[in-house]
């Protein structure tokens, strides 16, 4: 493993720490919220930048202790999602993301990670010929996101 960073022509790759925790989709805006007013997840020219994935099942058993009680039965909780974010590679901040989490999320034994990561972080350089990035394109982009954001 690569265990520094590194610069090309266009980009650095950062150490960094990738955050990730699973939670019901109607958490997800609440444990953001809580987030990024510790971190405002930056990236370059952005803010609030996370990844959700799409909704699966989460599959578990209560066992003695939980506090819904011992069952017998396996449950299937479908609308789970994945989040993932980014944030410098900072113990103590790590420590505050996660306690965020932890508070804002309706589990009491909620799916968090972190684990360290290479992240690419653009140098900024002036790219407005490159016929692969979005504004150059015929598709909207804005448009299909709220589509998509509308149907799910």
Not at 31 to 51: C, F, H, Q, S, W
Not at 67 to 80: H, S, Y
Not at 125 to 152: C, F, I, M, S, Y
């Amino acid at each position: 493993m690569v265990d520094s960073g590194f610069e090309t022509r266009s980009l650095r790759m950062e150490l960094l720490l990738l955050v990730t925790f699973q939670a019901p989709v109607a958490d997800v805006e609440r444990i953001m919220e809580a987030v990024v007013a510790i971190t405002p997840l930056r990236m370059g020219k952005y803010d609030a930048n996370a990844y959700q994935s799409a909704q699966g099942i989460e599959r578990y058993r209560p066992l003695e202790g939980a506090a819904a009680g011992a069952e017998t039965e396996l449950r299937r909780r479908p609308g789970t999602v994945e989040v993932s974010f980014e944030i410098v590679d900072d113990q103590a901040l790590a420590a505050r993301v996660v306690e965020a989490i932890f508070q804002a999320h309706s589990y009491q034994e909620p799916v968090i990670r972190i684990q360290p990561l290479l992240a690419s972080r653009s140098k900024g350089l002036d790219d407005r010929a490159n016929p692969n990035r979005w504004w150059n394109t015929t598709g909207d982009w804005k448009k299909a996101g709220q589509l998509v954001e509308h149907n799910a």
